[in-house]
């Protein structure tokens, strides 16, 4: 394994519950590796990955649930709220032991985060502590060496190399394989700032025309920012001093929260989408942002990574059954990865063109669809089933 970022890691520790041996190999130490202050929306697809592998019950604990949704587009001045109804059809009522948990004289506050935790929409994690729990159950298991820190080079023995060493990866590189990119003219600002006021369980999505804008709740109303705006403007962002960044940020926001401070100062990153012209070559293949990015827009990215790890895992169980030869893996991987591959980066980008603008013709557009979503229970349960399990098979079953 190639790389121990969230993706690669992930895939080294189903390929040991699928009975591997797996060396996972990344140049960069352990602390480095956790020095990220990103944060990634989840949604149910990781969820049922994690269950699946038995890895669940440790990663929770470093997640924060978030039961409501708000899109908006700023252009047309519509919005529209997505809740754990729309997953699952009618509310069910929340498993008691989790509500009896809050003493009913606490604020509301912890309610409020009770609630979200039994019917969650999707979850927040911050990249460190995510990337801690995960190295952890690979120190604890026996099947997976570690060679972190250290640059090694590629095992000639190895039955599969996977290659997860990023977006910018060398071994994609040293194997010739080319990726079609498109660069937006849009970057992206984070940073984590504390709000006031609100629902400290709720997310926001806001489609503005300088490009979308997400807040995420961390717990405690802590929340991470994901701006999306020009190349000049990002670049102005970054180099305000923190009140003048606030200040900024202030009119961005929805009109129930208030600014309390600032947590992590603003940082940008380049805004790509970037898909890897073949996912194999002999017996490796490309996982994670080695073979695809996404605009940031509705945090499928890692979500997308991880749903690479979920095809690989049931074929590695199949391998390891003797029901599918290790040379024909590599190939099938790639057939069953490359619709929702597509689809993804699609949808991404087409909501970026869409809602990223003011074009009259768009704007007339929206606002009937914006309206139609916010009435037609149906159309917010595609919507949503596509962008937490993918568009491949947009719907689940309630969790029992
Ligand atoms: C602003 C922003 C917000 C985002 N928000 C979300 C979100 O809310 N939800 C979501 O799902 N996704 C989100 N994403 C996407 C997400 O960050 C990426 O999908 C994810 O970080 C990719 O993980 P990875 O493991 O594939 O790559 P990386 O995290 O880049 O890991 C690659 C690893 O490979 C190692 N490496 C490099 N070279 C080598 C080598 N030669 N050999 C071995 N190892 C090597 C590196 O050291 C690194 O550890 C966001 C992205 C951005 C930019």
Known sequence: MRGAGPAGTLAALALAEAGWTVTLVDPASPERLLASQRAYAFTHSSRRLLQRLGLWERLAAVMQPFDQLDLSDQG????????????????????????????????????????????????????????????????????????????????????????????????????GIGVWRHVYDQRCVTAQVTLRGGRPTTAWERLRPEGPFALLPMGGGRFQVVWSAPGWRCRQLESLSPAAFLDALAPVLPAEVDLASLEEGARVFPVQAHLARRLRRGRTILLGETAHRCHPVGGQGLNLSWRDVAVLHRLARRAQAGRLSLDRLPAAYARRRWLDLCLTLMITDALVRLFSNRHPALLALRRPAVVALGRAPWLRRCLLGVMTNGPCQPFEAAPS
């Open 76 to 175: 047309s001045q519509c919005g529209v709220r997505f809740t754990p109804a729309d997953l699952w059809g009618a509310p069910r009522p929340a498993p008691t032991e989790a509500l009896t948990e809050t003493p009913s004289a606490t604020a509301s506050q912890a309610q409020t985060e009770a609630q979200a935790l039994a019917r969650p929409v999707g979850w927040i994690a911050r990249h460190g502590p995510l990337l801690a729990a995960l190295l952890e159950a690979v120190a604890a298991q026996p099947s997976i060496h570690r060679a972190l820190g250290v640059t090694t080079p590629v095992d000639p023995e190895a039955d599969l190399i996977v290659a997860a060493d990023g977006a910018r990866s060398t071994t994609r590189e040293g194997l």
